[in-house]
């Protein structure tokens, strides 16, 4: 059973920077890709970014290209999202997600964590 830990959301002012963590349990994490998605209030959720098994190929979505970067620790099963130039907009809560099941194709979740950004 894989479980995922988001950490790391809180409040921060425009222009700052937060960086989250997803901790996620399971000898197999280090062969699975991990992505990064958020949800704002009364919208739908969405792709933020994503990264393969190796840590060698990532994706993200174009509202945070050039701000935010995704990176693994596949030594402590972590998964982390730095965040910078943080925009009023970036409010949402972020969540962690894995691969199990097929390529680029999330099917466990974490509970999420909390960003505001404040303007």
């Known amino acids: 059973q894989v479980q995922l830990v988001e950490s790391g959301g809180g409040l921060v002012q425009a222009g700052g920077s937060l960086r989250l963590s997803c901790a996620a349990s399971?000898?197999?994490?280090?062969?699975?890709?991990m992505g990064w998605f958020r949800q704002a209030p009364g919208k739908e959720r969405v792709f933020v970014a994503d990264?393969?098994?190796?840590?060698?190929?990532?994706h993200y979505a174009d509202s945070v290209k050039g701000r935010f970067t995704i990176s693994r620790d596949n030594a402590k099963n972590t998964v982390y999202l730095q965040m910078n130039n943080l925009k009023p907009e970036d409010t949402a809560l972020y969540y962690c997600a894995t691969a199990v099941g097929s390529r680029w194709t999330y099917d466990y979740w974490g509970q999420g964590t909390q960003v505001t950004v404040s303007s």
């Open positions: 399971g000898p197999t994490f280090k062969d699975h890709d």
């Open positions: 990264i393969n098994w190796t840590g060698g190929t990532a």
